[in-house]
């Protein structure tokens, strides 16, 4: 099902733009919605639904209008609600599917012929060595779709053009892993065939002379951002926005001349020749990149099976790619599947761009799944970074100034690296009060391997920085690194004076007030506290052949997309009674599925049985739009955005939490006020207890039997609403079960009994900010974290042990603590490797000559894990609200384990990985 | 499927091979003429242990391990299905995780991964499973190792299963209670 509707302002501008008449349609894998916790595999009711139910039925199933088996305690999960099929091995990932999965037929294979030089002219392609038992049934290359009017650049954007998505014969390759050709072969036995010749042989791209690389210096950066603040006078982006960039260089130069009016401060950071220096790191997400397509002439619709984190970019650019071309294309059609790990390396992906445009030329559906050689060699990649950074710190320990610029090497072709630069400069302060700051962040165009969005998106880079800088300044001082830290930190107690002079807490390097309590001094004193920092110190541990380090680190990871949020929720009653949840938002493994599950339980007395990721579609039919004017119906602030793994807890969860009390307010209330013979405002305060609806003084009711009679009544069982969150909730009122609620923290809301046909509810009046105007805040939602890093170096071969590690984390409330727990621990993997061995190199050697593989690029394995220990604070304000930690829980963990190494062996390092070579090194 | 004697078995289901698929790696087997797709690519090259799946001798290798009247099946080894040919596995019974279930071991672990929440994105799982069923079958009869025994068996059987989201920690964990009997984790304190 699709609908004519713009799925974001930006989208909506680009195909009004285009001329295109055009539609996205996204919805979930059916078996996501239709089994994942009632073993009901076999049930999916869509035509083109998977046929062969993979699907195993799972054993000792409950009966579905009972507790959902997965978490039998409302707001508790017993495991994950995706667990199962997981363990089961059954089909819910890309690479899992096959045409005839979906009905489709014949199934064809696609190939990608690929560039492994960048420096030589691209002479043209030799396949020759193909026999007629494996030949391809069509190559496509770029004269082929230019041909066919075909775009043959992905999009345009930042005054740019992307480059060719496949190689011009005459012209250098414009990127490592740039496809000569796409080929495509009639069934799997002759691509296997035809794979074993192609593969690594050095005959089949032809190059000719030696060619100097294409000059892209006079080519606009990806974007660059400065934030420059300063309390004396007051100065910063939030409260000098008019005036705020012919200003900025100035306020450079007032920082310049205050540090040299100053001679007692001490300058720490980056001198003349020495960068801060970090590679690029690939995602390594377990199931390389495969998907699954099929092209349908006759109705001028593609479809696309694929495990991603931005499918309604996926299906954007697709759709772009055949503007006013021969080729005909109405309808991109994205179902969803589970990604195989995503840390943002499945985030506007170039995979479903070639996927796509490979689609129409297949007489049939079209298979593609990389090999892990081509995921090294194309897949997105955290950028490499380089900047300069210094802190300006008084003799007793406060931060008096910092300037940094932050340099991405974004690669070669556009994708999420100006807003990964713009966090990385707004992060340059971390959780310190600094009185003057300037930082600006840069990504530019390069040849290098592409860069997008990975786990931290900036910040890490950011932390490193300052938290290392930091530690520095406390040795030299002979302070104690908390003491110094508590000193300058960020703090929403504070009462200070904001630019446009009104008063204020601490605020953001961008001038941002901090609206939260971060619990910063509660983290400093759990580190303290805790046996490890206690005994850091201990002499006997530096004897022998090996040296013991202790560091801490502190982080304050911006989470949400921007500092205007919008997501959408929708809870559903079936016929059985069960209870289902839809949203836009993927699971790539972070456990959003069962934290929006058991969202429901506050308000409808039950964990969802089951859950639709990526459902786009059932929000679509609405049309709100951010661009139609706030007296409009179909207005709201913010539509929604890719699935980040930090969006969840706080952000989905409350709109499927809010869709629940909806339903609650439309449909429960009214019955259970009939049964009870009271007002349905009475009703409405009544609560859920263990499956049963209390009112005091009232017989309890169940829950099966309310359901029962809401579905027998023919109330509405299916609400969805929308909210934006802007540092509060935009709110808006609604008449529900006969009742006027004036101010509910959502903007739309929907009712019905089908999630396709729903009906909008009229908003009392046009939705409003319940909070200040935060547009120009750039962020406003934090999730502060700090560990401690307990490593030993071995003096002979430089080896790094990671011996302990401890977090504490401000999570607000935690939803599933396993699951937060495995954050932590996956985040301390990940951070582990990112510092000690992984990177990317650019050029011939590096993972753009299609040869590395796991061999080569050694990322955390089981026996290389410390002892963990993860303190969650308990969470401020009123408690219920949750924090994004996914990224977060990483943030601190890359520089407290360089400082650790700096305690160890005596030496700063400042450009990542730190390899047992530069260990050796430092103990010469 | 022709009448000739199996070529092997696959979850206890005898599998005809056409002499034309001996040369692919049988993780290409599983996928493509199986619909067996549990098994998972990681790497293609034996490093990742995504494609982990388990290998039993047939026939008279199982007599060779009769032992005072009492019939053991022979050892379950570990096997790389990416990087091994359809060809070196003639005779002998596969064990994937579409699998599992059939055995209370298997059931034991799935239902330990579940409760410790030992997988996030859950396509390295097969293969944790896998690995960890293997070597459990391997232990010495009798008396169960200690903790810090079967720590060091865990690295030495399941250590080289790559996982890029959980940190290891909960898969051991799961893995522990199933051969100990120890109950949940506990370290996410207040």
């Known amino acids: 099902m699709a609908f004519d509707l713009p799925v974001t302002r930006r989208t909506f501008l680009k195909l009004a733009g285009s001329g295109a008449v055009a539609a996205i349609s996204i919805r979930s894998l059916p078996a996501h919605a239709y089994g994942m916790c009632t073993g009901q595999y076999t049930t999916a009711p869509n035509s083109d639904s998977p046929k062969n139910a993979a699907f195993i039925q799972r054993p000792n199933v409950c009966p579905i209008d009972e507790r959902p088996d997965w978490a039998r305690t409302p707001g508790k999960a017993d495991y994950r609600i995706d667990g199962w099929p997981k363990v089961l091995g059954a089909k819910i990932y890309a690479r899992d599917f096959k045409a005839r999965d979906f009905g489709w037929h014949p199934e064809h294979w696609l190939y990608a012929v690929r560039c492994n030089r960048i420096d030589a002219i691209f002479d043209g392609l030799h396949l020759g060595m193909l026999d007629s038992t494996c030949d391809p049934l069509v190559i496509i290359d770029y004269d082929m779709i230019a041909g066919k009017r075909v775009n043959t650049s992905c999009y345009q954007n930042y005054g740019y053009q992307d480059p060719p998505l496949l190689a011009q014969i005459g012209h250098n390759p414009d990127f490592y892993g740039q496809p000569a050709a796409l080929l495509i072969f009639s069934d799997f036995d002759r691509y296997r065939k035809a794979k074993r010749i192609l593969d690594f042989n050095p005959d089949v791209v032809r190059y000719g002379a030696a060619h100097a690389l294409a000059d892209l210096s006079h080519l606009d950066t990806m974007g660059s951002y400065v934030y420059a603040r300063t309390t004396e006078p007051p100065f910063d982006y939030v409260h000098n926005g008019k005036t705020y960039s012919a200003q900025s260089k100035q306020v450079l130069s007032g920082i310049k001349a205050a540090v040299a009016a100053n001679p007692a401060w001490l300058r720490f950071g980056t001198d003349q020749g020495t960068l801060f220096e970090t590679p690029a790191i690939d995602p390594a997400f377990l199931e390389p990149e495969s998907g699954l397509a099929y092209y349908d002439s006759d109705k001028q619709a593609l479809q696309l099976v694929l495990g991603t984190q931005s499918p309604n970019d996926d299906a954007t650019y697709a759709l772009h790619l055949f503007d006013n071309s021969d080729v005909k294309l109405k309808t991109v059609d994205v179902i969803a599947c589970f990604p195989g790990g995503g840390f943002g390396g499945r985030d506007r992906s170039y995979f479903p761009v070639y996927l796509a445009l490979a689609a129409p030329f297949a007489a049939g559906a079209l298979r593609w799944q990389s090999s892990r050689y081509e995921q090294f060699q194309m897949g997105l990649k955290r950028s490499q970074s380089a900047f300069n950074e210094a802190l300006w710190i008084s003799p007793d320990g406060n931060i008096e100034a910092l300037i940094c610029d932050f340099e991405l090497n974004g690669g070669r072709k556009d994708n999420l690296q100006s807003a990964i630069a713009k966090l990385a400069a707004v992060s340059a302060a971390n959780c310190y009060e600094i009185p003057r700051a300037y930082s600006s962040g840069t990504a530019r165009l390069s040849h290098h391997p592409f860069g997008g969005s990975q786990r931290g998106f900036g910040t890490p880079q950011a932390f490193m920085a300052i938290e290392t800088l930091i530690d520095e300044a406390a040795q030299h001082l002979h302070m104690d690194p908390i003491a110094i830290r508590r000193r300058n930190l960020l703090s929403i107690k504070h009462n200070r004076k904001a630019a446009d002079g009104t008063s204020t807490g601490d605020e953001t390097i961008a001038g941002a007030p901090i609206l939260f309590d971060l619990q910063l001094e509660e983290i400093l004193d759990k580190l303290e506290q805790h046996p490890l920092w206690q005994t850091r110190q201990r002499s006997g541990r530096k004897a022998g052949a090996s040296r013991y380090g202790v560091g801490l680190a502190l982080s304050n990871h911006a989470y949400g997309g921007s500092s205007q949020d919008g997501m959408f929720g929708m809870v559903e009653i079936l016929p059985d009674l069960s209870l289902r949840v839809h949203t836009t938002y993927v699971d790539m493994g972070n456990g959003a599925a069962t934290a929006l599950g058991l969202a429901p339980s506050e308000y409808l007395g039950t964990n969802a049985h089951a859950i639709s990721m990526g459902q786009i579609d059932v929000f679509n039919q609405f049309g709100l739009n951010p661009g139609s004017g706030n007296t409009s119906d179909l207005y709201v602030p913010a539509l929604y955005g890719s699935a980040s793994s930090c969006l969840s807890a706080f952000h989905q969860f409350h709109a499927v939490q809010q869709a629940a009390l909806v339903l609650f307010r439309q449909s429960i209330v009214p019955i259970a006020a009939k049964r009870w013979k009271v007002s349905n405002k009475d009703a409405a305060s009544a609560h859920w207890n263990d499956g049963r609806l209390e009112l005091t003084g009232h017989r309890p009711l169940d829950r099966t039997q309310l359901f029962r009679d809401l579905v027998h009544d023919k109330a509405n069982t299916v609400a969805a609403v929308h909210a934006t969150y802007a540092g509060t909730f935009w709110q808006a009122g609604f008449l529900l079960g006969g009742e006027k609620y004036e101010t509910m923290d959502v903007d739309f809301v929907a009712l019905g009994n089908d999630p396709y046909k729903m009906q909008p509810v009229k908003r009392l009046a046009p939705p409003k900010r319940s909070g200040p105007n935060t547009s120009s805040y750039i962020r406003v939602t934090f999730a502060p974290a700090g560990a401690i890093v307990a490593v030993s170096v071995d003096v002979a071969t430089g080896r790094v042990k990671v011996e302990q590690v401890v977090t504490v984390l401000s999570s607000g409330k935690q939803h599933c603590p396993p699951i937060v727990l495995g954050q932590s621990n996956g985040a301390i993997a990940m951070a582990m490797s990112n510092v000690l061995s992984e990177t990317c190199p650019d050029g011939d050697d590096g993972p753009g000559n299609g040869r590395w593989n796991f061999d080569r690029y050694p990322i955390t394995r089981m026996r290389d894990m410390p002892e963990t220990t993860l303190i969650c604070l308990d969470a401020p304000g009123n408690g219920k609200d949750a924090r994004g930690i996914a990224e977060a829980v990483m943030c601190p963990i890359g520089a407290a384990l360089l400082n650790a190494i700096a305690m160890a062996t005596g030496r700063r390092f400042r450009i990542t990985p730190v390899t047992p070579d530069d260990i050796r090194k430092a103990f010469v | ?190």
């Open chain 2, 1 to 190: 499927m022709s009448d000739s004697p199996a070529y092997f078995y696959i979850n206890q289901k005898p599998v005809n091979v056409e002499i034309g698929d001996l040369d692919m790696t049988l993780l290409e087997f599983l996928h493509e003429r199986q619909d067996l797709t549990g098994t998972k690519f990681g790497c293609g090259i034996g490093v990742c242990h995504a494609c982990t799946v388990g290998v039993r001798a047939t026939g008279a290798d199982a007599k060779q391990d009769t032992k005072a009247g009492a019939k053991r099946q022979p050892p379950l080894i570990k096997v790389l299905a990416c990087t091994t040919q359809v060809s070196a596995m003639r005779g002998f019974h596969i064990e994937t995780v579409e699998g599992l279930s059939a055995s209370p071991l298997g059931t034991n672990l799935q239902n330990a991964f579940l409760r410790h929440f030992a997988f996030q994105c859950g396509y390295c799982t097969p293969g944790f499973l896998m690995a960890a069923k293997i070597m459990i079958e391997n232990l010495p009869p009798g008396k169960p190792p200690s903790k810090q025994e079967l720590n060091r068996l865990i690295d030495v059987w399941v250590g080289d299963n790559l996982c890029r989201c959980t940190g290891y920690l909960q898969y051991r964990e799961a893995i522990q209670s199933v051969v100990l009997g120890a109950t949940g984790s506990s370290r996410c304190a207040k």
